[in-house]
């Protein structure tokens, strides 16, 4: 049989086979490919929306912190390098334990730059609400609009961040929180905000009470409390006495740190420290800056400038005491040694200038060492002042004067005087002193001319202060009448921070014009002259003329510096003492001698040939230098 031939469908079912298995093929590949590119941007954007890698303060400071021409010599990104020391302060803000950072410190460590470099952590990594208080408006408001804001606009990490028109010098706000400014000056610059950082800068420049409320430091910690384990309280200040807010804060912290460096010749690790700079102090400061060094106090090697950037660099802190548990707060302290803008021998030339100026000192005990001042001034005694009579005779000028001023404290029946003279480095000594019984009396004494040590050259007083404490109207009469010599004074009874302050008394008489009364910050100018007191005779300190009675010592040392219940310093009157008047007629005599501008007397050559003697006429009318009618 024969069968009839059919078509054959294998080749067709074969090729339809082939072309499907390439279409799959083809689809699996895209189908691939567009998988691969959607796990792609699904890692983009997960990599996007992921948190980024935690950095500390000083690691974001060197990567975006930028510092321009107008804020460093040297512009570009934040070196940790420079200032290796700052790092754990910095980084201090990352710490999981520590609630409060203590920063005792000089000028010239890198300090406000610190702070910047926090705050634009804060700003950048970590937004949260942030307080910073400074000791006045003033002070805020410089600090804010020029340093913080410059630095929030000119660098390209807070674009998009810093909300620069929605913000004021006292408030700045960004994404995420804001940076609340405050006056220690105002009790209501540090209520109604709660905060979990909060800064305060040179704390001891701040009063120690705000207004009738607390301590602004207490104030401030208050707007912290609703933080509890995430707060941060950073206080840094150069020190002023050993009563100020930052040396109280810095011996109660849990753990006080030093920063110690190695010695480049024998590796031991070391205090930069103040003892071991080498120099003549008794050589002209121009000549001790290019010759101080330091020398390490284990190889005594002499050790210079250009080894300090590796010895910063190899330092570390170490803590100075022992503390069980965590600490809660940490405390650091650093001098200007440190300072890779401060060499040994700028640092002695600055020592050179103020050792005999007891003001001056101060400063560089403060703003220099990183120390708080500690004078023996609190106590005077009779017998050191006793001891600081020099050879020239009372009533004689001594050579080296060039102003005279007076002092006059008045009383109900009678008016107790002192003239003083005064030299360069603001040397003073006792000329002379008494009581007067009446106006006239004062008039006749001021007016005196008194004679110097050459016999030849003669003096008078150009200025002199009453006090308005006593027959307040019939001063404000006299010092009308002597305009331009005699001036009112009367001590401050409030803190102030400048010496004087002028104010306005208007005349109860028609067709007078107003007179202006001097507020004298009585503790200041006391506390100058005691410190004084601690100078050798000479240059810079505080002299008696030869015939000073002791009974004069016991009056200038009647008071005493204490500390009141609400912290506050000054002098009081001893309970031993009779009799303070002559203490109070040399401030004036000294306050007045600041009105005219005593300080910036400057040494005179003398010149040692022979005065000519006048003419026998020439002498006629030699005045009689009265007796001081002075009782005790």
């Known amino acids: 049989m024969v069968m009839s031939e059919q078509p054959s469908t294998m080749p067709q079912e074969t090729e339809e086979n082939s072309l499907s298995s390439e279409m799959l093929e083809s689809l699996a590949a895209i189908r691939k490919k567009q998988e691969d590119v959607l796990e792609n941007t699904i890692n983009k954007t997960l990599l996007a929306l992921a948190p980024e890698e935690p950095m500390t303060v000083s690691e974001w400071a060197a990567e975006y912190r930028y510092m321009g021409k107008n804020e460093t010599s040297r512009p570009g990104l934040w070196r940790n390098e420079l200032v290796p020391y700052l790092v754990d302060i910095m980084d201090s803000l990352n710490s999981d334990s520590v609630e409060q950072i203590t920063f005792l410190k000089p000028t010239q460590v890198g300090g406000t730059e610190c702070g910047i470099n926090i705050l634009g952590y804060i700003i950048a990594q970590a937004p949260c609400r942030v307080m910073y208080v400074l000791p006045n408006k003033d002070a805020m408001e410089d600090f804010s609009q020029d340093r913080l804001q410059k630095v929030l606009i000119s ?11 929605n913000s004021k010098n006292a408030m700045l706000r960004y994404a995420g929180g804001f940076c609340k400014f405050g006056s220690a000056q105002s009790p209501t610059d540090l209520a109604s905000w709660s905060v979990p950082v909060i800064v305060l800068d040179e704390i001891d420049k701040f009063p120690k009470m705000s207004g009738k409320e607390a301590s602004p430091l207490k104030l401030a910690e208050e707007r912290t409390k609703n933080w509890a384990g995430k707060k941060k309280m950073f206080f840094w200040s150069t020190p002023t006495l050993k009563t100020g807010h930052i040396f109280k804060l810095y011996e109660s912290a849990d753990v006080r740190y030093e920063y110690r460096v190695p010695c480049p010749f024998c590796g031991e690790m070391q205090p930069l420290a103040w003892k071991y700079v080498k120099f003549d102090a008794h050589q002209p400061a121009t000549v001790v800056e290019h010759n101080a060094y330091y020398e390490c106090c284990h190889c005594h090697e002499h050790i210079t400038d250009k080894d300090k950037p590796d010895m910063l660099l190899g330092g570390r802190w170490f803590p100075l005491n022992e503390c069980d548990g965590q600490p809660r707060s940490v405390a650091y302290g650093l001098n200007s040694l440190y300072s890779p803008w401060v060499t040994f021998g700028k640092m002695a030339a600055e020592f050179v200038r103020s050792k005999n100026d007891p003001l001056l000192l ?11 001042w500690e004078s023996k001034s609190a106590v005077m005694d009779a017998d050191i002042v006793i001891q600081h009579k020099t050879d020239c005779p009372m009533y004689v000028v001594p050579e080296w004067c060039q102003l005279l001023t007076g002092g006059v404290d ?12 005064w030299g360069p480095g603001t040397t003073c000594q006792t000329l002379a002193y008494g009581k007067a019984l009446n106006w006239d009396e004062l008039e006749q004494i001021m007016d005196t001319t008194w004679k110097g040590e050459d016999g030849v050259t003669q003096y008078q007083v150009c200025i002199y202060g009453i006090d308005t404490g006593y027959r307040t109207e019939e001063v404000y009469d006299y010092c009308w009448r002597h305009q331009g010599v005699a001036f009112p004074v009367k001590g401050s ?24 009364l001097w507020i004298v910050n009585t503790d200041q100018y006391k ?20 015939d000073c009675s002791l009974e004069f010592a016991e009056q200038i040392t ?3 510096r204490i500390i009141d219940d609400k912290g506050h310093e000054h002098w009081v009157k001893k309970t031993s003492a009779k009799q303070n008047h002559l203490l109070d007629c040399s401030v004036y005599a000294f306050a007045m001698a600041d009105l005219v501008n005593m300080r910036a007397l400057q040494d005179v050559i003398i010149d040692s040939t022979p005065a000519v003697q006048p003419e026998p006429e020439q002498q006629a009318g030699e005045m009689v230098i009265p007796e ?3 009782e005790i």
């Not at 009874?493 to 107003?514: D, F, H």
């Open 493 to 516: 009874s409030t803190q102030m921070a400048a010496y004087l302050r002028p104010s306005n008394i208007e005349p109860k008489m028609p067709g007078r014009m107003p007179l202006q």
């Open 558 to 560: 009647a008071e005493h």
């Open 362 to 372: 101060m400063n560089f005990v403060n703003s220099w060492l990183g120390e708080p």
């Open 527 to 546: 506390n100058e002259i005691a410190q004084r007191l601690e100078n050798p005779i000479g240059r810079g300190s505080w002299m008696l003329n030869r």
């Open 628 to 630: 001081p009618q002075f």
């Open 410 to 421: 008045v009383q109900k029946g009678y008016m107790y005087w002192k003239i003083d003279c």
């Open 155 to 165: 660098n390209e990490c807070f674009k998009g961040k810093y909300a620069a028109g």
